[in-house]
């Protein structure tokens, strides 16, 4: 078999499991890195024509009921109060000093405290895009997190470093609030990532769910030369009561399920 | 302006965020409450998907598939990953009182987008086995490893079933892609 067709054959097999079976982190790696190789640009053919074929089988269909309708419907406000960020952070000419979402490209609004070098290259940029919107994204997510910490009900926990390579010289902290379900993470010296191929994530653990199912907290990455990185927590379901906040480092895009064998920094809270 | 409301939601359109529910809401319930074992997997289920499905919003492309496809894609990715994470499952688990998924001839059914009624057309004109492999994988949610448990089939078999499956659905839908076609070709 000719190396051509040893690539083809190993694409296609993993195409194939990831539409039919799912991929783990180091296969989701591996196809990455062989499609971003590549000429080949559909590299979701198998899962849409998978979708296709799931479609074809669903039939009638059954109604929404009303209570997950109502409760999708409070997510969607909450969605939406984040989406004039994720909106302008996306644009291209922000994205050098901006830690980056997930593939599809919504992105956390991020503090990044710089070295002045830094500061005055980013301000360039800034003032040639976006007329001021960024400087005034970073003010917001500092100003953010400040405002929480004024709040009794808002709990601060240092991160613990694991032994994980990334986590050597991290200090910083979350801040949470659980009754607004809002919150911050602060890393200073957490190695940066190349989000083409691993990514950040955040877990909740909650004594309401249990060890086994940690709420993902969201994807982020860490640009190269910063001092000082502060990233908003996107929780994906509510939290009913924290019990420790987890980063991992997953393959890009994160994860739904870790295997966390990249546990970075942890931050216990006390019940 | 588009008529699309994942196009509008990747623009910041609020009111757009929740028409998407109701638009996909009944589809991407039918398909978690098959896809989960208990009314509470599906509704979390649903949640999730939601999510992704307006943070992903950027990433749909009219040009390449239609909307019901793009969020079938996102809830079936996600599905898939919930049910490898509760681990392995006898074919026998009860999943709550849900008819389970089969495909059928779709006649002209008008709730089904154009490419379910093709693919539906594609996979019927299979061989039973290879359809069999087809139906448990994608619309059972079962793994490669459960599909050869429940048939007493290598893993092997299964997996190459799989693969000859959609490569021969794709080319009866007249879709092929351009690594199934090289594939065909080499």
Known sequence: ?271 | MTDFVLVKVAQGNARAVRECIDQFGSLIWSIARRLTRTRADAEDAVQEIFTDIWRSAGRFDPTQGSEKVFVATIARRRLIDRLRRVGHRDLTDSIDDVESLTWSDPGTRAEICAEAQTAARAVMQLRPEQRQVLELGLLQGLSHSEISEALKMPLGTVKTMMRRGLIQVRHLMGVEGDVAAEEAQS
């Open chain 1, 1 to 271: 078999m000719s190396a051509s067709a040893k690539y083809t054959d190993r694409v296609m097999e993993l195409l194939v499991q990831r539409a039919t079976d799912g991929l783990n982190a180091s296969e989701q790696v591996e196809l990455n890195r062989l499609l971003g190789q590549s000429k080949h640009s559909d590299g979701n053919q198998f899962e849409q024509t998978a979708a296709a074929l799931l479609l074809a089988g669903v039939g009638e269909e059954e109604p929404l009921p009303e209570n997950l309708k109502a409760k999708l419907m409070t997510q969607a406000e909450s969605f939406t109060v984040q989406m004039p960020r994720s909106a302008v952070v996306s644009m291209p000419i922000a994205e050098p000093a901006v830690p980056s979402r997930r593939r599809s490209g919504v992105k956390p609004a991020a503090a990044v405290v710089t070295p002045r070098w830094a500061w005055l290259a980013a301000a360039a940029s800034v003032l040639v895009a976006i007329a001021g919107w960024w400087p005034r994204l970073e003010v917001d997510t500092q100003q953010g997190r400040e405002q929480l910490l004024a709040q009794q009900t808002t709990v601060q926990k240092e991160w613990q470093a694991t032994e994980d390579p990334a986590a050597k010289g991290v200090s910083g902290d979350v801040v949470w609030n659980q009754a607004t379900q809002v919150g911050y993470m602060r890393f200073r010296g957490l190695a940066s990532n190349d989000p083409q191929r691993v990514q950040y994530q955040l877990w909740i653990f909650d004594r309401a769910r249990g060890d086994k199912y940690p709420v993902d907290g969201g994807v982020f990455d860490i640009p190269t030369n910063q001092s000082e990185v502060v990233i908003p927590i996107t929780a994906r379901l509510p939290v009913r009561d924290p019990a420790m906040f987890a980063v991992t480092l997953e393959r890009a895009g994160g994860t739904v399920v870790s295997e966390r064998d990249h546990i970075v920094v942890l931050a216990k809270v006390a019940s």
